[in-house]
């Protein structure tokens, strides 16, 4: 975490924070009933306390895409969304509940950029920036995904992804690139909100 975190608004116990963030999540599935992961993901998400809903996107279908010059192994199409949530827990425990979910869903990625079940990335948390490893933010490659630019910008086209620009603008720029990178929305499909 760089100075720039949130650090001094941390509690001394328990891992939370004082001020509440805007987190925002991607979340993607091309393996087994794509629907279905996607749900079970963001019950799962929000069935423990400490993170409170505000949107989900629709759910759009996407060509499996990864950054030019890497292998994409032959797989199907993804089903994508982005949800927004307000947290007061700490990145961290964030991240852990995140990768619980992913086990959870006995999560199959064998390969890097090949298919799974369940993946679950944090896209943004508050304006923390962060450069280690186990937990960028905001999200490296963000900002290079259709994906997660268009679900993104039906729910919230005036926020800035930082370093890249406003998030409206991003996605439709993202869209007229069109080839490979190209989303279809899929109203026939829906999800349940978190209760
Ligand atoms: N912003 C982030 N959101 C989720 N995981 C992150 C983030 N930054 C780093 N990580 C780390 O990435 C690891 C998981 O990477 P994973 O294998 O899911 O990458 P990927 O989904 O193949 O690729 P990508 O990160 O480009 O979506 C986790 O162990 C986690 O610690
Ligand atoms: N269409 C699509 N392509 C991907 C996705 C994804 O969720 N959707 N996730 C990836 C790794 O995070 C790599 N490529």
Redo the contacts with the bound molecule.
Sequence with gaps: MTASDRMPDRTATGGHMLVAHRVVFSLGSNLGDRLDNLQEAVDALFDAPGLEFVACSPVYETAPFAPPGETLPEQGDYLNIVVVADTRLAPENL?ER??NIENSLRRV?EV??GPRTL????VVFGDISSDN?????P?P?AHERAFVLVPWADIEPDVLLPGHGRVGDLAEAKQAEGGPSAVRRRDDLTLQQPA
């Design positions: 991240l995140v990768l990625r890097r950029w993946d679950i990335d944090i490893p186990d937990l960028t933010l999200h490659r």
